[in-house]
């Protein structure tokens, strides 16, 4: 299932935004051309990802500096040891969809 999200223009170049999606915190960001959706919680204590720092494909949680990669998932630096939930994003036109179920399966800290 894919849920219209927003216009192209609304999702942001190096930083993310947070959107409501079928119940999930989920936030999208630009990278170059490409947009990705991720997880809006930090899985070592729930902070706001959207909130930290994105360097590249990298977002750094603002509470205690874990990382992922916002293209998998992977954890990339500790605190963290569980991945974030990664979203399959689709775009049409100048509108932006998102499969609100993260690839492979699981929700962990996705708020599902």
Request: glycine share 16%.
């Amino acid at each position: 299932m894919w849920v219209h999200v927003a216009a192209l223009e609304e999702i942001p170049v190096g930083s993310a935004k947070v959107f409501l999606v079928e119940g999930r915190a989920i936030a999208l960001t630009r990278v170059g051309d490409q947009v990705f959706a991720f997880g809006d919680i930090c899985t070592h204590d729930g902070g706001p990802l959207a909130e930290g720092k994105l360097e590249g494909y990298v977002i750094q949680c603002p509470r205690h500096g874990a990382r992922f990669d916002i293209r998998t998932g992977r954890v990339l630096r500790l605190p963290a040891v569980v991945p974030i939930p990664v979203y399959e994003v689709r775009v049409e036109g100048d509108q932006v969809w998102v499969n609100p179920e993260p690839k492979g399966g699981s929700s962990p800290g996705g708020g599902g």
